[in-house]
Structure formats: C-alpha cells, structure tokens
C-alpha cells in the first residue's frame, strides 16, 4: 500500500510557486487589508485566538519563508556554479532595497533589511561551513562574522532566519528533526511548521521553471510586487 508521501510528490517549481502565492498573499494582506474593517471581522475563535481573514492571510504568509530557505539549500547542494548562484542572490538583495524601504518606510532609506539578504547571507554560511569542513575554527570564525553582519544590517528574520538555512543544510537527510527544531526556531511556531508538509513530498525534481529566463522571473516577483503593492497603496 502506497504512503501519502509516495501518493503525492510536488516538484522544486511547485515549492517555488507555493513560496511565492504565499508571500504573495502575506504581504497583500499587510499593506491592502491591514486596516481594512472586513479583514478584521471574527470567523471563528480557537483558544484566546481570534481568526480573522486577515490572520489567515498572514498565517499563510508564514509558509514563504521555510520554503525559500529549503529552496536555498537545494540550490546551494545541486547548483553547478556556487559563485554565480550567490551573485544573483545578492544581486536581487540590492535590487529589492528600493521596493522593500519604500513601501517599509516610505523613504529611500529603512532600518531593516529584505530577506533576499538573508537568503544571501545564508548561503554564504552554507558555502562557509562547507568549504571549512577540516577547519572548525576557520568555519566558527565564518560563521560568526556572517551573523554579526546580519545582526549589523537587521536582515529580515534576523538570526534565526541564518540559522534556519543552516540547520536545514545540516539537518537536510532528517525530516522529522529539522521539522521539530524548525517550529521552534521561527516566529508563529506551528504555523510555519505546516511548511514543512510540502517539502517533505519534494522529490527532487526541478519541474517547470527551467532555464535563466524563467529563474529570472521567480527572482524578479520579489521586488517587482513590492514596488507595486507601494504603488497601489500610495
């Protein structure tokens, strides 16, 4: 008899567009519905909790980030070029500041960070604790100077979003741990937990979203619906 987990196999490009239908949905929720009375309605109530559209919205949101980091990591195991992938990770840090400080802050300048830069700096850690394997000083040193700059320039999930990557990395042939220690290690605990339900009917193949033009386009979504959700609430 078939398992669930042998029923149901999602590729990495289905993962890419939960992670993005998620973020999607988060942020319009955020900036569009925040304020808005309809959105605060009570559905139901679980415990103390209130649910309202708007606390669906964001709950779904929290999916986003797990997804992106196991993504990260996935792409720092398989890609074929390690500097290339790293550049345009960071490349897209700085492309989003603009969106992600206008509709944060509503200036040129914001205090902290977008999580492509924690995504990037993530994957530094990654190729730092990999490329040190013989030398533990020379990886803790690495690694403690790739925190300190997340901590400096407050990228978004702080710390815990860096260690996040790299315990997904350490931890990547475990699934019942790293799902365990990865509901602890995030904000919302269980919720971006239920993340790691998708992930684990990952199979290992690529999917749909093939070739530079289209790895373009699911990194260029990030700044260009920022700039455009600043743009519909101005």
């Not at 779904?60 to 070029?81: C, K, S, W, Y």
């Not at 904000?187 to 290992?204: C, E, K, M, R, V």
């Amino acid at each position: 008899m078939k398992t669930i987990q042998s029923r149901f196999k999602i590729s990495g490009s289905v993962l890419k567009l939960l992670a993005v239908v998620s973020m999607l949905v988060d942020h319009v929720g955020m900036f569009v519905f925040r304020n808005n009375e309809a959105f605060q309605q009570v559905l139901f109530t679980i415990g103390s909790r209130d649910i309202t559209p708007y606390f669906l919205m964001r709950a779904f949101g929290r999916l986003a980030f797990p997804i992106f980091a196991f993504l990260i990591v996935e792409g720092f195991v398989h890609t074929r070029n390690r500097f290339s992938y790293g550049r345009n990770l960071l490349f897209f840090a700085l492309l989003s500041e603009i969106p992600w400080n206008l509709i944060h802050g509503g200036t040129w300048l914001y205090s902290r960070q977008n999580v492509f830069f924690t995504l990037f700096l993530g994957y530094m850690g990654l190729c730092c604790y990999n490329c040190f394997k013989e030398n533990i000083v020379k990886r803790g040193m690495g690694l403690m100077v790739l925190l300190g700059i997340t901590f400096f320039f407050r990228a978004d999930y702080g710390f815990r979003g860096f260690a996040f990557i790299l315990m997904l990395y350490a931890l990547r042939n475990q699934l019942l741990l790293k799902s365990v220690i990865g509901c602890c290690m995030l904000p919302g605990a269980w919720i971006p937990g239920i993340s790691f339900i998708p992930i684990s009917l990952y199979d290992g193949r690529r999917g749909f979203i093939r070739g530079a033009v289209w790895k373009f386009c699911f990194y260029a979504f990030y700044p260009l619906h920022l700039m455009l959700l600043y743009l519909f609430c101005r």
